[in-house]
């Protein structure tokens, strides 16, 4: 993996573990 | 009656939207898509699309949902009737419901190819028939006949409907939202399992001929100039369009279930954000991380050339997971049971439009009217099953899978935007909302996502042949534009050979099952047309 791919691919994940966390997270806290 | 129908949590709502939208699509086209347009740099132009079109367009669908809802209606036709200020509405919104029939039809059929998959790979037949040889087998296409009729095909998919049929005929609640709420978190647990097992392949293990994090490199690096290649912009923005079931009326109808003051705002950016996880971070970690590490990076770089990764998951997966040992079974199973529940959770949301739609408007029972949907797909699918070898798999595909679903977004947002008024729209979004919606989107709605749709239809109507460069250049050098076979007018006047009925020796050919294909299109959608006047004239819609 180059170093581009792999900063991509972080970059990427982070975004949508980030945005799955938060409004996930709101669904599940606001009932 | 499913007006008096609710969702029996949220949580499940949001699932059960989210499994609507995850579909066989997330798996087997996405990392192809990327791999093929840009790697990594695939992905600017496919968020950029997510947050311009693909958000914009759930908000819009959640809202024209919930607003129906409240009127007793479930489906498309009536709401346009409410949106809109001219009774033709109510027949443009009957091309979602014709969508939901033609495309559940074939849909069930591929979703039982998994389901038959699943049984095959636990009793071990790969080990005995290759998949390149099982499938052609399978579909019939291996029987010398364009009409040939394949029976262990229409045994699952008969199986296939029947299991749609009952989890639908138990209800909202207890048939949609429990059938997700099982089978998206198992569908996220099989998908880590087999990434975390692909992507930690040793190099010295049986049949590893390279990494598998080269063909992971090879889905993200970067290669800028993807970015500045049209047909990159448009392929994101089809994958886009396409991954998140918009353009339907299943989100409509599945909105249409929450109460008047229920947020919708949240609920729809959740759902969307749920399926980007599982298309880019599952999706992009399974198929061809593994298929590399025992094929190698050239010959997977040809497999997905055509922008598909089908065939991989198909016919090269189930060979390679033979290299697992005892664990081959499992990770077939894994594998094709995730296919499966990707597959069923959308073909559920493409049933529910169907019944909501005989329940609300004709006073149909919820038994009969999943019975209904069931004869119906079985007929229609049975009709891919049968001439799927003549191209009828694909026509389906094509029209009501493809076309249909950006002509009906297009409406959709029309309507929502410049008829039912950005101001209404903007306050129905935010209505209830228990997330600040950025007050941009009330611009982006009505003027940049329609561009978007429009430049994604006006691509599929003339995509040329080659490259876009080499089109314009033969048109201004008046040799003309050269449509591509699978361009909206190449297909209507069937470009690229020659246009005949029957062969030599008097056979059916290809052309002949596509323009039946097409009859059979045309009389469903003037049969949904058609029950839709019959329900606005008999004034049985609720008021």
């Given at each position: ?31 | ?484 076979p699978d361009s909206i007018i190449g297909k209507i006047v069937h470009a690229g050979g020659t246009y005949a009925w029957f062969d030599a020796a008097g056979r059916g050919t290809r ?33």
């Amino acid at each position: 993996m180059t170093r581009a791919a792999w900063l991509m691919l972080a970059v990427t994940w982070a975004v949508i573990a980030y945005f799955n966390v938060r409004f996930f997270g709101m669904v599940l806290r606001k009932k | 009656m499913s007006s008096k129908e609710r969702w029996g949590s949220r949580a499940g709502l949001v699932l059960a939207s989210a499994g609507n939208a995850v579909g066989l699509g997330n798996f087997l086209r996405f990392p192809a898509q990327a791999a093929q347009h840009g790697g990594g740099a695939f992905l600017i132009p496919y968020l950029t699309c997510f947050l311009l079109m693909g958000i914009p367009l759930l908000w819009v669908e959640w809202s024209i949902g919930r607003l129906g809802g409240r009127y007793g209606h479930h489906t498309a036709p009536g709401m346009f009737d409410r949106l809109g200020r001219h009774p033709s509405f109510k027949y443009l919104g009957a091309i979602g419901l014709c969508s939901c029939v033609c495309v559940a039809g074939y849909y069930c059929y591929i979703e039982s190819w998994t389901l038959a998959y699943v049984w095959h790979s636990v009793v071990g037949t790969f080990k005995t028939i290759p998949p390149e040889r099982f499938f052609p087998d399978y579909l019939g296409q291996h029987q010398g006949s364009l009409f040939a009729f394949p029976r262990e095909a229409a045994f699952w998919f008969l199986v296939t409907v029947a299991l749609n049929v009952w989890v639908l005929s138990r209800g909202l609640a207890k048939g949609i939202e429990l059938a997700s709420k099982i089978g998206m978190p198992l569908l996220i647990l099989f998908g880590a399992v087999l990434a975390v097992k692909g992507l930690t392949l040793p190099p010295g293990a049986p049949g590893v001929v390279e990494s598998p994090l080269a063909g992971l490199n090879f889905v993200w690096n970067p290669r800028p100039s993807g970015l500045f290649d049209p047909s990159t912009w448009l392929a994101a923005a089809g994958q886009n369009f396409f991954t998140l079931s918009i353009g339907m009326g299943s989100i409509q109808c599945y909105a249409a279930y929450v109460k008047a003051n229920e947020d919708i705002a949240l609920n729809a950016a959740s759902m969307g954000w749920m399926t980007e996880f599982v298309e880019i971070i599952l999706g992009g970690s399974i198929l061809i991380p593994i298929a590399t590490a025992y094929l190698g990076l050239a010959a997977v770089q040809a497999a997905t050339a055509g922008g598909s990764g089908f065939g991989l998951g198909f016919l090269t997966l189930p060979k390679l997971f033979l290299n697992w040992g005892w664990f081959a079974p499992v990770a077939g199973a894994l594998w094709f049971g995730l296919l499966f529940f990707a597959g069923i959770t959308s073909s559920l949301a493409m049933g529910q439009p169907v019944m909501a739609f005989l329940e609300d408007e004709f006073k149909i029972e919820r038994r009969k009217a999943a019975l209904m949907f069931g004869g119906t797909t079985a007929a229609l699918g049975f009709f891919c099953v049968w001439l799927y070898p003549g191209g009828a798999f694909d026509e389906f595909d094509f029209w009501t899978g493809t076309v249909a679903l950006v002509v009906f977004a297009l409406i959709e947002t029309f309507i929502f935007a410049y008829v039912f008024g950005m101001d209404k729209g903007w306050e129905e979004i935010t209505r209830g909302a228990d997330m600040k919606v950025p007050r941009v989107f009330r611009y982006v709605i009505p003027y940049v996502t329609p561009f978007l749709l429009v430049t994604i239809f006006v691509a599929a109507l003339v995509k040329p042949a080659g490259a876009w460069g080499a089109a314009m250049a033969s048109l201004t050098s008046g040799q003309g534009w050269p449509f591509a076979p699978d361009s909206i007018i190449g297909k209507i006047v069937h470009a690229g050979g020659t246009y005949a009925w029957f062969d030599a020796a008097g056979r059916g050919t290809r052309d002949l099952v596509i323009d039946l294909t097409r009859v059979l299109l045309t009389v469903i959608l003037a049969i949904c047309m058609g029950l839709v006047w019959r329900a606005w004239r008999r004034g049985r819609s609720p008021a």
